[in-house]
Nanobody, 123 residues
Framework: QFHLVESGGGLVQAGGSLRLSCAAS?????????MAWYRQAPGKQRELIAS???????QYADSVKGRFTISRDNGWNTLTLQMSTVKSEDTAVYYC????????????????WGQGTRVFVSS
């Protein structure tokens, strides 16, 4: 069965950096055409913060643009989120997600989800 597993979360000081990874499980990997990172802060709805397509096109939420970078390997085995210049408002649970659709947007939701990794930014 296909699983996504996030890692790399933890405590980081404001202004620092953190690198999150998402690994696809072994076994049969379904045809994936896009992957994304979401986050859910305490008391808030889950939000899409970064996505990447088969062609390597990336999209970012305004809240992380210029600070976070999404990347993947060619086989969709690993997805990465490089977080830089983190702020206290980046504190959240971060989720990796994958889709068969060619885009991931607020309207086009992924179908595969990881369990999340928690990031806490201290000021």
């Amino acid at each position: 069965q296909f699983h996504l597993v996030e890692s790399g979360g933890g405590l980081v000081q404001a202004g620092g950096s953190l690198r999150l990874s998402c690994a696809a499980s072994t076994g049969i990997i379904p045809r994936i055409n896009a992957m994304a990172w979401y986050r859910q802060a305490p008391g808030k709805q889950r939000e899409l913060i970064a996505s990447i397509t088969n062609d390597g096109d990336t999209q970012y939420a305004d809240s992380v643009k210029g600070r976070f970078t999404i990347s993947r390997d060619n086989g969709w085995n690993t997805l990465t989120l490089q977080m830089s210049t983190v702020k206290s408002e980046d504190t959240a649970v971060y989720y990796c997600a994958a889709a068969r659709s060619f885009l991931i947007t607020d309207e086009i939701q992924p179908i595969y989800w990881g369990q999340g990794t928690r990031v806490f930014v201290s000021s």
